[in-house]
T-cell receptor
C-alpha cells in the first residue's frame, strides 16, 4: 500500500459526460501528479500540483482540468468525454517538487471506461 | 513523446533464470528510475540511479547506467513467478527551477513461467 488513495476504482460513463476523479496523497506529501495510462499512448504525464498551485503541465487536454485543495487532496475533472478517454488514470504524490531522489508514490488508479 | 524506450517489449523466461531489460533515452537526465506494475495495479518504485552513478544494486535487482550511450539496463537475478509484471524506466530531468519532470517509457512485460 503506497498510501495514495484514489476513488473511484472503476467508472463507466457515456460519451459527452463529465466525471471527477479524486486523489488523497500520502500523509505529508505536497506534490500531486496525474498520469493517464492507455495501451496505445503508454503512461502520459498530465499535470502536477504542489501545495495547491499548478507546477507543471504535460499532455493534458483542454477538456480536462485539475485542482489541489488546501487539505492537499486533488481532483481531476474530465468533461465532454470521448471513447478515446477510456484509460487508467493514476494519481501519484511526492514529498517535494520531484527533485532528484524524490520518490513518487502511485495510487492504484481509477479505471475509466467511456461507452 | 516518450523519453525512455524499453527493450524488449515482452520477455518470457523460466523461473530461476535472469531477466534483463533495457532502456534508452534521448536527452540528458538527472536520474533514471525503474518501476514495476502488476497487471492493472499502481506503479511501484524499485530503484533510482543518478546520472553520476554507473551501477546500483538492491536485493536481486541490478541497474546499470551508461550516460554516454544514453541507456540503462535492469537485471533481475534468479527470477520468480511473482516477478511477472510490467517494468518501466522513467527519466527525471530538470523542467525549470527546482522542478523535475519524470517521463516514462512504454514498459517491458516480463512473464516468469514456473
Amino acid at each position: 500500500d503506497s498510501g495514495v488513495t484514489q476513488t473511484p476504482k472503476h467508472l463507466i460513463t457515456a460519451t459527452g459526460q463529465r466525471v471527477t476523479l479524486r486523489c488523497s496523497p500520502r500523509s505529508g506529501d505536497l506534490s500531486v501528479y496525474w498520469y493517464q495510462q492507455s495501451l496505445d499512448q503508454g503512461l502520459q504525464f498530465l499535470i502536477q500540483y504542489y501545495n495547491g498551485e499548478e507546477r507543471a503541465k504535460g499532455n493534458i487536454l483542454e477538456r480536462f482540468s485539475a485542482q489541489q485543495f488546501p487539505d492537499l487532496h486533488s481532483e481531476l475533472n474530465l468533461s465532454s468525454l470521448e471513447l478515446g478517454d477510456s484509460a487508467l488514470y493514476f494519481c501519484a504524490s511526492s514529498r517535494g517538487l520531484g527533485t532528484p531522489g524524490n520518490t513518487i508514490y502511485f495510487g492504484e488508479g481509477s479505471w475509466l471506461t467511456v461507452v | 513523446s516518450q523519453q525512455g524506450e524499453e527493450d524488449p517489449q515482452a520477455l518470457s523466461i523460466q523461473e530461476g533464470e535472469n531477466a534483463t531489460m533495457n532502456c534508452s533515452y534521448k536527452t540528458s537526465i538527472n536520474n533514471l528510475q525503474w518501476y514495476r506494475q502488476n497487471s492493472g495495479r499502481g506503479l511501484v518504485h524499485l530503484i533510482l540511479i543518478r546520472s553520476n552513478e554507473r551501477e546500483k544494486h538492491s536485493g536481486r535487482l541490478r541497474v546499470t547506467l551508461d550516460t554516454s550511450k544514453k541507456s540503462s539496463s535492469l537485471l533481475i537475478t534468479a527470477s520468480r513467478a511473482a516477478d511477472t509484471a510490467s517494468y518501466f524506466c522513467a527519466t527525471a530531468r530538470n523542467s525549470g527551477g527546482s522542478n523535475y519532470k519524470l517521463t516514462f517509457g512504454k514498459g517491458t512485460l516480463l512473464t516468469v513461467n514456473p
